[in-house]
Nanobody
């Protein structure tokens, strides 16, 4: 079993930055892809960014050029640096672990990101 524990998030003004981190414990060696989904009120959960053990990455078009995902395989951690934040980035962000960014086996508890205008 794998547990994902998130940290970071909070309230920031538009144009500001935040960093999210997620640490995997348990049988983390079984995870190929890690990253972040988000869900805003009344909207479906969507992929924000993902990264594989081989460090292949995938970003939502809406965050390309603003967000950067990184991973430390030795520590089983993944981080998301979010710059130039916009009010539309406001959502609950969920760390995930799985075979790919579409085949999810594990979820974190979620962390709120709020961007004020």
């Amino acid at each position: 079993q794998v547990q994902l524990v998130e940290s970071g998030g909070g309230l920031v003004q538009a144009g500001g930055s935040l960093r999210l981190s997620c640490a995997a414990s348990g049988s983390a060696f079984s995870i190929n892809a890690m990253g972040w989904y988000r869900q805003a009120p009344g909207k479906q959960r969507e992929l924000v960014a993902g990264i594989t053990r081989g460090r292949s990455t995938n970003y939502a078009d809406s965050v390309k050029g603003r967000f950067t995902i990184s991973r430390d395989n030795a520590k089983n951690t993944v981080s998301l640096q979010m710059n130039s934040l916009k009010p539309e980035d406001t959502a609950v962000y969920y760390c995930f672990g799985g075979s790919t960014w579409n085949l999810i086996n594990y979820w974190g508890q979620g962390t709120q990101v709020t961007v004020s205008s």
